[in-house]
């Protein structure tokens, strides 16, 4: 059988491109970041104290509770930011997974995106794969400063979302209030 690909212009990521290289030519990979430390013991214990208390049920849709909790305060004490662990927290197995499905939610064919690139990988694939245009604001070295005035030009009825990702991952840009 032969699938065809929803998403034929998309190749394999950078990350599997260059960590694929590195390996090959044995040399140091600053593509992928890999942790070069072993899991905390405490971090061992943890789990296994709790997974043979029978913490092991499925979670919450939304993610367990305490932990909301948590994330709320960490939110509060890190960026002032007073966020409702109810309603507008959910936790995700990762950054991807919290991507795609915020894309998957808003996201319907004829609707715009605009996006900071050069941007990290997954965005565009998601907006497309809903029907969805980017419409990239191009961000040049060695500043990788805005034009604000461009951006605002891109802003129509049809913008649904608006990615900023700070430090922009690959171009290292912070961006502070503006
Ligand atoms: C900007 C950015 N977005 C999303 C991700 C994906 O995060 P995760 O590995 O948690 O899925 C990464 C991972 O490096 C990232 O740098």
């Not at 419409?135 to 500043?143: S, T």
Request: proline share 6%.
């Amino acid at each position: 059988m032969t699938l065809d690909s929803k998403l034929p212009a998309v190749g394999t990521t950078i990350f599997s491109v260059m960590s694929a290289l590195a390996a090959e030519h044995g040399a140091l990979n600053l593509s992928q970041g890999f942790p070069d430390y072993a899991v905390d013991p405490k971090l061992i214990g943890l789990v296994e104290r709790y997974l043979g208390a029978g913490t092991n049920q499925y979670a919450p849709m939304t993610g367990v509770a305490v932990l909301r909790e948590r994330i709320q305060e960490k939110f509060q004490r890190v960026h002032g930011l007073l966020v409702d662990a109810e309603q507008e927290i959910t936790v995700t197995a990762g950054g991807t997974e919290a991507i795609f499905t915020t894309i998957a939610a808003l996201i319907r064919p004829g609707d715009e995106v605009i996006n900071f690139e050069p941007a990290y990988d997954c965005y565009a694939p998601a907006v497309t794969l809903f029907g969805g245009a980017m419409m990239p604001v191009r961000l040049v070295a060695p500043e990788f400063a805005v034009d604000w005035d461009y951006v605002k030009s891109l802003i129509t009825l049809r913008t649904r979302l608006i990615i900023l990702n700070n430090p922009n991952n690959p171009a290292c840009r912070v961006y502070r209030r503006f």
